[in-house]
């Protein structure tokens, strides 16, 4: 007897950070190639007809969860007014984000302010709470971060599930020490999650080492290995255009993941591996 597949959550990050990544995540969602989208509202472009042309995807039939990617580094600029800290009116880049939070040197007030300032934010975009909430450059993980976020979502966005980027435990390679550094991170995370009544995403997966040499194609298929069932794959589709030249340095690997995505190849991989995209239908689909 055939089994039914894995029903699991396909995830295009970065939407609002360029009109060549809105475009290319509006197409796949269209086909159906994807089934949730992580929206950036500090990013510069999500304007009206942006967050219109995604919103309208939705009309009748759900194609996509959409979630709020809470945006805390460089090169954006915080939506709160005295945040901090900052540089050249500017959040901090990733490392230098990440060693404050480590040694505490962030203030919880002013971090909850500014999460809970892009949560209304995108609530008055879209006119309703975002499905999920996750962290630009996983930020939401990090210490001090994650309680700011965690409170933000329980008092904003109380039927929201919360992205945890733990893998699954049979897909844990010590190899691959940006996975395993979110593997830690997430543990405190989910506990934190769990004591607040917040659901999470049973497993991630989707970190690879963004070089020229990046085969996509090659690469996408260990995702699914030992994902469970709702287990979230994130990906970062795109065309590149000027501004996101100007904002980013995740490039062309963007329309790599596209082509791969766009192509006959991904609906073959999925079936291969036993797994469908979940249905991007009710609150707290496919989490735990």
Request: aromatic share 8%; net charge positive.
């Amino acid at each position: 007897m055939r089994t039914a597949p894995r029903r699991i959550w396909l995830c295009a990050d970065d939407y609002g950070i360029s009109p060549g990544v809105n475009t290319a995540i509006r197409e796949l969602i269209l086909r159906r190639r994807i089934n949730a989208a992580s929206i950036m509202v500090a990013a510069p472009y999500l304007d009206s007809d942006e967050v219109d042309a995604l919103y309208s995807l939705n009309s009748g039939e759900k194609r996509a969860a959409l979630g709020l990617h809470v945006t805390l580094t460089a090169p954006f600029k915080p939506l709160s007014g005295d945040f901090a800290p900052l540089r050249n009116g500017r959040f901090l880049p990733l490392k230098e984000m990440l060693r404050a939070a480590a040694g505490r040197r962030l203030g919880l007030e002013s971090l909850t302010i500014e999460i809970a300032t892009q949560l209304r934010a995108f609530i008055d975009a879209f006119g309703r709470p975002p499905d999920f909430l996750d962290g630009h450059q996983h930020v939401h993980l990090f210490p001090q971060i994650r309680d700011a976020f965690l409170n933000a979502a329980a008092q904003g966005a109380p039927r929201a599930w919360v992205r945890q980027c733990g893998r699954a435990r049979s897909a844990r390679h010590l190899r691959d020490r940006k996975a395993l550094t979110l593997d830690i991170l997430s543990v405190g995370f989910r506990r934190k999650a769990k004591r607040k009544g917040i659901a999470v995403n049973p497993a991630f997966a989707g970190t690879y080492t963004f070089n020229a040499k990046a085969n996509f194609a090659r690469i996408f298929p260990r995702f699914l290995s030992g994902l469970p069932e709702n287990g979230l794959v994130m990906c970062h589709p795109g065309f590149v255009d000027a501004e996101l030249e100007a904002l980013d340095s995740l490039t062309t690997l963007r329309e790599h993941e596209f082509a791969f995505f766009d192509s006959d190849a991904f609906p073959k991989v999925l079936a291969e591996h036993g797994v469908a995209l979940a249905h991007a239908t009710g609150e707290n689909s496919g989490t735990t």
